[in-house]
């Protein structure tokens, strides 16, 4: 870090994409102007990839990390402190915002608000520089910051107090387990145990898939995900409104259909962990699982029809996409991954 020592130190944010079109790639750039991001209700325009944010993560400490940025001049010798530590900023930040995470406000994009400490430690010249897609939660985010309570300014190399520029971001972060006053969460239960925090951080599943045809034009959508380190995610059986399911998607379903119903073998269990943005528990899968999806052609046409598998790997909290393409050439329908 340039001009002083970060604040709070946090994991780092994972970038994660959400893909309509797989040709596209990895490093498109988002479709702009949308006010509200809810990764499942956007409009008919086609997806590209985006950093995303579960709304959970604001549940985390570590989500909030307010760092200074690198000073033009060599005026900082000794950075400002906010008064009580980041134990204490953190508890104002989450305090302040989190009444604005409320169900329904869909997956978000990381917010960025820059701010200035002048010599009195009062934050002045608050700028929003990165939407979260939500007017709210953007309006929110600045007044928090506006109305934050005094630093100890930063100083010169003569003691003196000078003025210093900082950033907030909010990151996805390991998400952890909200607190107990969090109305929906159940206090008596924790968290989902992990049987290793370094494997379902760093390599929580593999995922494989393939087709065998069942009839003239059906075939079995045949995906199995195997989880490492205790990790776990919601099943697409899984009767409560939660963002993240395991979900699979194609862009052409005049062609190629994919039957609703999706076959869980073993069928996931509703587990303790209340989430707190549903009421009530959620049905988790957490040990290798198969599934069998009916998929039928209706063109004996060459075609290229593009499609995803989507879902929220716990405890890591991180929005995962695995676009694939569908090929018939020749009469073979053929499934493989691409891009990411």
Known sequence: ???GATLLVVAAGVSIGSLRDAHQGCGAQAKAGVPVFDLFQFPGAPYVQEPWLDPVAFFSDKAYVVEALPSLTEAVATDAAFVGGGDSLVSYLKGGILPQIQPGIGWLKPPVVHFTLNEGGEATDVTLLGTSGHAGLDARLVQVITEIPRWVPAKDANGGAVEQKFAFRVVQAGCGPPPPEVPARDARRGQLPVADTTIAQEHPYDLTFTLEQAGDNTYTLITTVNLYGGSYYASPNCTRDLKGKFHVEVEDQEHIV???GMKEIPLAMEGGYHHPLVHGPVDWVRVDTR??????VTSREDLEVAGFYRFTIEPRC???EIPFVI????GQLTIERVGC
């Open 1 to 3: 870090m340039f001009g």
């Open 258 to 260: 994919l039957a609703e």
């Open 291 to 296: 599934y069998e999806q009916r998929l039928t």
């Open 318 to 320: 991180t929005l995962e």
């Open 327 to 330: 090929r018939q050439l020749g």
